[in-house]
């Protein structure tokens, strides 16, 4: 019986269209950002809130994956960003495929910066690239210090970590330490960017969007 590596041969198809991606983000010389998160960390309230903030300096479309609804959507057209959603249906991550499709969607071409948010998961998203220039990961505070040790595929591979909802922290009414999770954050990725903020707040915002201001200009 002839075994087929099903896993391989899925990643295999996912890399061709993540090339392509690639390719067409480099003609048109955009970045594009792929956001990874569990479910409920704040990647919409984290967009909407920079969308918003920095209209006047960066023109930034979104594609939103969710396993069903399009809620996030709504609430990202609310900025007037342009922003395309696609549902997975029940897979647990975006495909390159389904970016490829959705990019031909958006108006790239008045864009400065295409930013992906992806189904809600810690785990799956991190080994399916979509031709994204970084991966961002977002950490809320909520979720306990422990994430990047125990979920490190995605810590490892993202070139920012955004660490939100510190809002929650005064009070105690969350146990987090902030210089553990960056500590083992960074001990699995050295040069990893990290920026502790409140999307309902907007504390520590700002040094996110000075990175962000300067990462769209070098591509
Ligand atoms: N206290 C507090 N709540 C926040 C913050 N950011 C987001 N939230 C809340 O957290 C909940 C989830 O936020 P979302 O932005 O929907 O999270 P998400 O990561 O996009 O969720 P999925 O798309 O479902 O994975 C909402 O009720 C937000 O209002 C924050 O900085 N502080
Ligand atoms: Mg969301």
Not at 121 to 148: H, Q, W
Request: aromatic share 6%; net charge negative; proline share 3%.
């Amino acid at each position: 019986m002839k075994k087929v590596d099903v896993v391989k041969k899925i990643l295999y198809a996912n890399e061709k269209y993540a090339l392509e991606n690639v390719l067409f983000f480099a003609e048109h010389k955009k970045l594009c950002l792929n956001m990874i998160s569990s479910p409920g960390s704040g990647k919409t309230t984290i967009l909407a809130r920079t969308i918003s903030d920095l209209k006047e300096r960066i023109k930034i479309g979104v594609i939103e994956g969710d396993i069903q609804t399009d809620i996030d959507a709504e609430r990202i057209s609310r900025t007037k960003a342009p922003v395309v959603q696609i549902n997975t249906d029940g897979a647990c991550h975006l495909s390159a495929a389904q970016v490829s499709a959705a990019i031909r969607e958006l108006p790239v071409k008045e864009l400065d910066l295409v930013v992906i948010e992806n189904v809600g998961n810690l785990v799956c998203p991190s080994d399916f690239d979509l031709g994204e220039n970084a991966k961002i990961v977002v950490l809320s505070v909520a979720e306990g210090d422990d994430k990047p040790i125990k979920y490190p595929g995605i810590f490892a591979k993202s070139k920012a970590m955004l660490i939100n909802k510190i809002d929650l922290l005064e009070g105690g009414l969350v146990d987090f330490d902030i210089e553990r999770a960056k500590t083992d954050a960074r001990r699995l990725n050295k040069d990893m960017e990290i920026f502790t903020v409140s999307a309902k707040t907007g504390e520590g915002m700002n040094d996110w969007y000075a990175w962000l201001t300067e990462s769209f200009k070098n591509v």
